[in-house]
């Protein structure tokens, strides 16, 4: 299966007639892709129908539709070129440049030529190294866009650097706004920029070393971090486990003693309930027979009975205090403002 690097190589996705990258590609009947913007003018200026490749020839117009598998690929490749250019360090994505001269299927450029302000392919590069007046001119490698490089305001060739504003000047520029800035040629800024190269790689390469043994030392201290957080959420588990452990002991104890103290009472109470209960026998017995010796006309018997009938037991009427106070209200008030500190 082939890799997305080689689906996405720039080969099979340039248009042959603009050289560029593929602008809603179409497909003709011979089975060759070309942009939708390329393919209908070169139809247009011509009498017939013919593919500009394989030169095969349509008796009538095909109908073009977007392949749209081949738009996908050239969009996924036009935003690689995009990230990569916006990445520092060599540029390994790069759209050729094609020839301005080449008319119906352009060659890549060899070279551009700032006087002249377009690229060359190698055959139509070849004035420049046959012809005195154009020996002169300056080419560099193929650039696109050279008109980017012109002054805007005077349309002349950004030959000056001008060191005050850092801009891009013309010779114009110069005499006009930039008259009492310091101006250099630009291959002087160049080559003044260049010797500074290495010590700025070095500057980087060694922010880069700083930065990564940061990295390493900030891993570190999560590492480290991880490992005593874990030991304290198990010291903190232990301590409330712990805790608990207590508390729920603590509450068996009070339970315990609540029990303890209710059945003491208990005990207490049903004694002297046991003791009133007999007594209130006892004066009812008495009760009944003072009645029946009010009905006897026995004056011995009476004057011999009703004193010793008629007198309560001596016994007092036994205390209702049935033992401690069952509440343990200290004991809540704690409980209470335990859990008011935790809000």
Known sequence: MASASSLLSEERLLCSICLDVFTDPVTIPCGHNFCSKCINPYW???????????????????????????????????????????????????????????????????????????????????????????????????VKNLDDRMCKTHNKMTELYCLKEQAFICVLCLKADHKSHNAVPLEEQYEKLMATNDEAQANIQKLIQTRIEKIAEVEELLDVSQVDSEKEEQAAVQVFTELIQFIQASQAELVEAIEERHSAIKQKGEEFLKELRSEVTELKSRSSQLEHLSQSEDHYHFLQSFPTLSKPPHKSCPDTDLGPDLSFQATRGDLTRLKQSRK
């Open 44 to 142: 247009d200026s011509g009498d017939t129908c013919q593919c500009p490749m394989c030169k095969q020839k349509f008796s009538t117009r095909p109908e073009l539709r977007v392949n749209t598998v081949m738009s996908e690929l050239a969009n996924e490749f036009k935003k690689l070129v995009q990230v990569k250019a916006s990445t520092p360090g060599p540029q390994l994505l790069e759209v050729d440049v094609p020839c301005y001269i080449c008319s119906e299927i352009k060659e890549k450029a060899v070279k551009s030529c700032l006087t002249c302000l377009i690229s060359f392919c190698e055959s139509h590069l070849e004035p420049h190294r046959r012809v005195a007046g154009l020996k002169g001119h300056t080419l560099l490698e193929p």
